[in-house]
């Protein structure tokens, strides 16, 4: 398993991912809003703009139902094409909307409880430093302590090395 701090960065990673899904979600299923004084955008398509430009500038009547037939066709293309999305109807959205909000209080809750269980973060700097030198004072007992064993085996293996010698003199 990986350390604190890996696992702390992958739940930060799939929480951006989520919040990411969860705006994309929102921007492309929700019905818009209508904007008092602003057309409504959500059934207009770009041929419909260009037909409200050509009344503007004076097209003649044959010209604007031609327009006006381009713009159905081209809304119905748009409506079978697979990469339109349409926007889900409220009981849905809503419930969607839920589900990724009680996700994304998972996934913050989880970041939470790993940065809670990192070391240190209920001491203070004071205990901390003292657990510190504390730990510095056990490291240097254990080093002389190993110090002392390489020397007793230095000397072992020295009185073996004799004990060889003095045995292979006698053969």
């Keep these: 398993m990986a350390d604190k701090l890996t696992q702390i960065q992958d739940c930060l990673d799939q929480f951006a991912t989520q919040l990411y899904a969860c705006l994309y979600y929102i921007s492309e299923k929700n019905t ?3 904007v008092q004084g602003q057309p409504y955008q959500h059934t207009t398509t770009a041929a419909g703009a260009d037909n409200a430009t050509a009344n503007v ?13 381009q713009a159905t066709q081209q809304q119905q293309q748009l409506s079978q ?3 339109d ?3 889900d109807p409220p009981e849905t959205f809503q419930a969607s909307l839920r589900e990724l909000a009680q996700d994304l209080v998972v996934k913050q809750q989880q970041i939470e409880m790993l940065a809670r269980s990192l070391p240190g973060v209920t001491r203070s700097e004071a205990a901390q430093m003292e657990r ?3 730990l510095e004072g056990e490291l240097k007992a254990v080093e002389m302590e190993y110090e002392d064993v390489q020397v007793e085996r230095e000397n072992m293996v020295k009185r073996v090395d004799e004990k060889i010698m003095s045995v292979s003199r006698i053969y």
Excluded: I, K
């Design 57 to 69: 500038n004076g097209v003649s009547q044959d010209q604007q139902q031609q327009q006006t037939e």
């Design 85 to 87: 999305v349409q926007p």
């Design 81 to 83: 094409d697979p990469t």
């Design 132 to 134: 510190l030198r504390e």
């Design 32 to 34: 818009p809003a209508q």
